[in-house]
């Protein structure tokens, strides 16, 4: 292993854990970061996943230093390890506070600065709340929660905490039924959201608030006790879900109160003030005035304001995400972005109360922005051909700390200020300089209704305009998912350009960052002008003297799936190899296998029997599976065994339809994969057979 120092600074390493912080069970190697042989600079599989992740950075209260993760994957173990890390907010030494098994994460500056706190892996491998001196010394274990801690905040005056673990479901076991049957598998289900993404619902998780004297966490209480339902909502739900009051006394945490059909046809999620001293609950979003997602919540420093995001529309979870202000003292609430016609991502208040600091997706790039509460005004603090994520302030100086990618280079630290960007790490540094160069150009591609489409091009090392060269269209999934300048551990564009492709990446209609009417003409409309988008950008990179139009690819994964299987019956001869994961194939089976009823709901207009309602006829009609007489290209469908938001049986159907109208075609399947490929061996396959696959009929 390596265990070189990284490019900024030598590593720190803090004094023993103290035992009941040690990794539990058998003796583990702790994963550091890899080794790897770079070969003429080229990016391969096993050199994308050697690159550190960096993620989770957190500013200390006196905005001096910033504490961030860095994941490295070990192949040969099949897994990966995230350690804590500091670096100087005006920069500086990059230090390593931690040297364990178990990964660590949700970082949180406590008792004013004096200690950072922490997930980590107790003696039984469970995963709970520790804290350590910001230079790593004096560790301890602070929780013992049965079931561990899945994500937590502590309260500013740092006595009391929030935390959330899993509970059993309410949908336990006849004891009649099941007498005398304790190794049975079955399962009985009576109503829906039996299973979510990759996991049967068995267990919920459920915020429980403790009190916390320095030392020892007790006294918890579930302050959704008997409840049903979720907090934080999953399968994506953190920290973010929670929010103490400056004062310590209240809590503002986010579920959506409902449970089987009516959970699986809604994303009406609500704001609830929890008081910490009455043990009362207040809806704040209550009623049909609030009938979409509301989520992040965040007080003002000062208590009067909690600024949240909110989208008006029921079961759609793509809508714009509006940045709403309620006066705590009256509940009235603003809209502070109604005249805008972008969205925010993730806020952050200033110190002063005064602003909002965020970012968000506009024209293909994701900046970081400042509004003023007051009246509104929107200020871009850095912009650039970057996506922005993780902002926050940085005390009281006027900076923003944030991470920052693109398509070319992972996550680093950075601090932004009026303009001026300052980076603060360079992790992946010593790769990166050895990889041979690829270039990003935006190109603005005329659609078939009149209007310009934001489009990537990524051309290959050593682009010769000259030359022919095999291109790939790139599909996106969501299906209202950016195509901005975001760095991918799978479908990454630097990887694919290093493979001697030129690849177009288009955010066609659907995509968020130009505006609401742009994103929303999706829905409803799965066959129609996001797909005559596509078509316009593959005529435009076919045109291109430099690409040989003859050996053109299409790939995508989900949404991005579902359009490679339509385009495989309408491309006419345009596309020479079509790459297809976790994708949807036959519409009609899809509305009925996903869990999450209302995401089917919404965006294919309704039910396949509705056969009065005009949008979800012309949706179910246009299905990829009514087409496959028309297929003519080869196709490699990857697809995860675990996925239950698009099943592997829709992949399997594809395959087996391909092979039956005698075309050549693969199937990769991973039983242990969901919606992702997720296993550092699994992704090196996967990567390998994606390219294979390609190299074999586009080259």
Partial sequence: ???????????????????????????????????????????TPEVLEALGQVNGAVASPDGKTIA???KYEDVKENKGNSEIYTVPAEGGEVKRLTHTAGSEGNLQWINGGERLAYLGKDTQGKMQIFSMEPDGRNVSCHSSVESGVECFLFSPDSKKVVYSTSIKDFNQKDSTLFAGLDKTSGRLVDDLMYKHWDEWVEAIPHPFVADFDGADISGAKDIMAGEPFECPMKPFGGAESFAWSPDSKQLVYVSRKLKGMD??????????????????????????AWPGYDTDPAFSPDGKSLAFLSMKTAKYESDKKRLMVMDMATRGVRDLTEGWDRWPEGIAWTPDSKQIVFNGYSDGVMPIYKITVADAKIDVIADGQYDYVGVQPLGDTGKVACMRH?????????????????????INKDIL?????????????????????????????NFDPNKKYPAILYCQGGPQQAVSQFWSYRWNFRIMA???????????????????????????????????DYFSATDYIAAQPYVDEKKIGAIGASYGGFSVYWLAGHHEGRFAALVAHAGIFNMEAQYLETEEMWFADFDMGGAPWDNGNATAQRTFATSPHKFVNNWTAPILVTVGELDYRILASQGMMAFNAAKMQGLEAEMLVFPDENHWILKPQNAILWQRTFFRFLDKYLK
């Avoid at 050895?434 to 091009?457: F, I, R, S």
């Avoid at 990446?505 to 996001?530: K, T």
Wanted: aromatic share 8%; net charge negative.
């Fill in 498 to 532: 290093s493979q001697g492709y030129v690849i177009i990446a288009p955010n066609r209609r659907g995509l968020p960052g130009f505006g609401e009417e742009w994103n929303r003409q999706i829905s409803g409309d799965y066959g129609g002008q996001n797909m005559r």
């Fill in 68 to 70: 961030f993760t860095i």
């Fill in 406 to 426: 693109s398509m070319l280079e992972p996550n680093d630290i950075y601090v932004a200020e009026a303009g001026n960007v300052k980076q603060l790490t360079e």
């Fill in 263 to 288: 959970y699986a046809y809604s994303t009406d999620s609500d704001l609830f003030l929890y008081d910490t001293e009455s043990g009362k609950t207040e809806c704040l979003t209550p009623g049909e």
């Fill in 1 to 43: 292993m390596n265990k070189s120092s990284l490019a900024m600074g030598a590593l720190i390493l803090p004094l023993c854990l103290a035992s009941s912080c040690k990794e539990g069970g058998k003796e583990e190697n702790v994963i550091e970061k890899p080794e790897i042989n770079i070969v003429d600079g080229q990016m």
């Fill in 433 to 461: 300089s050895q990889l041979a160069e690829v270039k990003v150009e935006k190109h603005l591609v005329p659609t078939t209704d009149g209007k310009e489409m934001t489009c990537w091009v990524i051309l290959p090392p």
